[in-house]
């Protein structure tokens, strides 16, 4: 089983709806959240963090859930710039000297 | 300010050659990490360097090999690649060893490499 899971779509979503996707993660120990948004042959570049009590940035919000080992990414009001793969990132607490886990990636494609 | 920088940009050997790619981190920064990503999979974790020394490697076999320099600009090496060695390679800096920091953790564009 992978340490981070992450449903790989693609989800087809019409300009302006909201789509949401999860992340699951194995290593109870896990310790720090992140999602990553990456464009086709593209480097990953880092969307937000995620946190405990969630946490929302413009259209964007993140929630955790420790104990069933999720995290979510909701995006409202879609915009066709939004349609990107989501990477889920999480850290190990034994690897916050550096090791970024990556899940493989949810597919977005926004459409008119 | 120039961000991470890595080249070549694109690359295509042959099975069993050697293949070297480099990076060279944002000014200031002092930890340099690699990562495998192939084809519909997330980036995987290769090594991380800080200071010029090996700090932490992922599970990949010993034709992976990398080095810092006193620059703190790194290189990659790949010895006797296979097919499966084709990946985007993703070099990430930041100014700190640990990733609290993580918005200061930057990815550089990559090096496609592929090998036939």
């Known amino acids: 089983r992978k340490e981070v899971e992450q449903d790989p779509g693609p989800f087809n979503v019409p300009e302006g709806a909201t789509v949401a996707f999860n992340c699951t993660y194995s290593?109870?120990?896990?310790?720090?959240f992140f999602w990553y948004r990456q464009d086709c042959r593209k480097e990953p570049k880092l969307l937000m963090s995620?946190?405990?009590s969630g946490n929302e940035d413009g259209r964007f919000t993140a929630q955790l859930n420790r104990a069933s080992q999720y995290i979510s990414l909701h995006i409202r009001d879609s915009k066709l710039s939004d349609s990107a793969t989501y990477l889920c990132?999480?850290?190990?607490?034994?690897?916050?000297?550096?090791?970024?886990?990556f899940g493989a990636g949810t597919q977005v494609v926004v459409t008119p | 300010d120039a961000g991470v920088t890595q080249s070549p940009t694109h690359l295509i050997k042959t099975r069993g050659q050697h293949v070297t790619l480099r990076c060279s981190p944002i000014s200031g920064h002092k930890s340099v990490s690699w990562y495998q990503q192939v084809l519909g999979q997330g980036p995987q974790f290769i090594f991380q360097?800080?200071?010029?020394?090996?700090?932490g490697r992922g599970n990949f076999p010993d034709r992976f090999s990398a080095r810092q320099f006193p620059n703190y600009s790194s290189e990659l090496n790949v010895n006797a690649l296979l097919l499966g060695d084709s990946a985007l390679y993703l070099c990430?800096?930041?100014?700190?060893?640990?990733?609290?920091?993580?918005?200061?953790?930057?990815f550089g564009s990559g090096t496609r490499l592929t090998v036939v």
């Open positions: 995620v946190y405990s």
């Open positions: 990132v999480v850290i190990r607490a034994t690897d916050s000297w550096g090791k970024l886990q």
């Open positions: 360097y800080y200071e010029k020394e090996e700090r």
């Open positions: 290593n109870s120990a896990s310790q720090s």
């Open positions: 990430a800096s930041s100014k700190d060893r640990r990733v609290e920091g993580i918005y200061g953790y930057t």
